[in-house]
């Protein structure tokens, strides 16, 4: 008998690649042999559109380089024309900033439990998962007017004082609860313990080698978190969630592990804006806005990964050279390497639990 | 980080603000940075044309050990020297360089176009790339 080997695409359409993922896949039987992603089909062009718009005109757009997280993209790129134009920040703006860079990754980590658990074939979690981002996601729309794209920090500052504080602790208070529901659901689940522990192994020379950050790198046992040198975070107790057991169920823990550390960040900064007046920092005029030359750089810890902004200015009131630098291409990358030697339908749990997301892939 | 060593080794390596600017061995030097200094981790590699048309790249390192970044620069016009075998996310930042400025990596395989269709004519990031297709592009200076 010959063993014939076949190449199999999964994907752009398959519902587990999350939108325009496309793998070439190359098989013996169901076993994996080797793994090319394919990715661009849903490239807009956004380092480029950045050299043909002014900078105020460009900030609405950056929302859109990761849609489940568009705050964190908002707040690297307002922080670099503000690092650029020595703007200080009040300790109040600071930390309304980081009350919705949580916010935002609790929701975005939600989001990611429940598809993940949907690509495993567990449909309840997904509905689950749905339900508590839906408190967060109508509390930015009360804030923002927006459930996905934003818009809420401006230079120098944000667009409206906070508001709703009450939401924010109905929030804190139920969330902690579900998060439990979901750990008796699904942590001590067996069939869902068979399928994650023990796949698709990152190690740290795999991880560092790939220049994979964010949950993943401490997943597998790095404790590497740009929060802990972020300005933003000054003055606030956190403690970085580091696992060493690298499988995809070890990815998983460390973002319910994630959430429950976000929780307490927020719990600390409401307490601080109770007690502090509601004076609201004015954002700078964006009309005619210049930056001096040079370069200016900046790194964020984002949902999945660090990401950073480098812009290049030439004193013009647009960049001359804009570059992003984000989490999930890095993941994708990994993937040549992860899937190789692995079953077909471990493909679908080990991509999944590395919480790619397309857009921030193509740009 | 006592960068003085570098001075000894690569030959006309000098240190502008925050980053060492290398003539040449720009695979030397990150090989040297990552065995001497535990540069383990590559955060990306940028690429900005400058107005006479050649391409400074710049690599970012990371030491996770020493908390510690590093910033190497290189001057290159249409190819560069690939670091793959140094650090596999390279295969990543190579293939976006090559797709966007056109600049062929020696040594790395994996070069094709990325977000550009294979037909695609032109590499968009280029400050002199012009798309010939009016209903894609807006031009202000032309008011195209």
Request: glycine share 6%; proline share 3%.
């Amino acid at each position: 008998m010959t063993i014939t080997t076949f190449k199999l695409n999964l994907g752009p359409q398959h519902p587990s690649t999350h939108g325009v993922l496309r793998l070439i896949l190359e098989l013996e039987g169901e076993k994996i042999l080797s793994c090319e992603p394919d990715v661009g089909y849903l490239h807009r062009g956004m380092e480029k559109m950045a050299e043909r718009m002014s900078y105020i005109q460009y900030l609405p757009l950056v929302d859109r380089i990761d849609y489940l997280a568009g705050f964190f993209y908002s707040e690297l790129y307002c922080r670099i024309v503000e690092k650029a134009l020595n703007i200080e920040l009040s300790q109040r703006v600071k930390f309304i900033r980081v009350i919705m860079l949580e916010l935002n990754r609790i929701a975005s980590h939600l989001l990611w439990i429940g598809a993940f658990l949907m690509d495993l074939g567990a449909i309840s979690p997904y509905f689950y998962a749905f339900r508590e981002r839906e408190m967060i996601l109508r509390y930015f729309e009360k804030l923002t007017g927006q459930r996905m794209m934003y818009n809420y920090f401006v230079f120098g500052g944000i667009r409206r004082d906070i508001g709703y504080i009450e939401d924010i602790e109905e929030i804190l208070k139920i969330l902690p609860v579900k998060l439990n529901d979901y750990e008796r659901i699904i942590t001590e689940n067996p069939i869902f313990i068979s399928r994650t522990k023990g796949k698709g192994i990152l190690t740290k020379y795999t991880a560092l080698n790939y220049s994979i950050t964010g949950v993943n790198l401490r997943a597998s046992g790095i404790s590497y978190d740009v929060r802990n040198t972020d300005y933003l975070y000054e003055g606030l107790k956190y403690k970085p969630v580091v696992l060493y057991s690298c499988d995809a169920w070890a990815r998983y823990k460390a973002r319910i592990l994630e959430i429950r550390e976000s929780v307490t960040l927020i719990k600390q900064v409401i307490e601080y804006l109770k007690s502090c007046s509601p004076t609201e920092q004015k954002p700078i005029s964006p009309l005619n806005l210049k930056l001096p030359e040079g370069n200016y750089y900046g790194e964020i810890e984002a949902p999945r990964g660090m990401a950073s902004c480098y812009v290049e200015s030439v004193g013009e009131d647009r960049p001359y050279r804009l570059k992003w630098r984000t989490g999930s291409y890095y993941s994708v990358n990994l993937l040549r390497k992860l899937l190789v030697g692995n079953y077909l339908n471990d493909a679908i749990a080990i991509a999944g639990s590395l919480d790619i997301i397309l857009p921030e892939v193509d740009k | 980080m006592n960068i003085g060593e570098f001075w000894n080794i690569f030959e006309g390596a000098e240190l502008v603000e925050n980053r060492i600017i290398l003539k040449d061995d720009l695979h030397k030097a990150l090989q040297f940075a990552l065995e001497n200094y535990s540069f383990n981790l590559l955060k990306d590699i940028t690429a900005v044309e400058k107005r006479d048309k050649s391409i400074d790249l710049t690599y970012h390192l990371y030491s996770v050990e020493n908390d510690e970044d590093l910033l190497i620069t290189i001057n290159v016009w249409n190819e560069a020297e690939s670091v793959i075998d140094l650090f596999k996310s390279a295969i990543a930042d190579e293939n976006e360089i090559y797709d966007m400025f056109g600049i062929k990596f020696i040594g790395n395989e994996y070069l094709k176009r990325l977000y550009m269709p294979e037909s695609w004519e032109g590499f968009p990031l280029r400050k002199d790339y012009i798309q010939s297709d009016e209903r894609l592009a807006w031009d202000d200076d032309n008011n195209v």
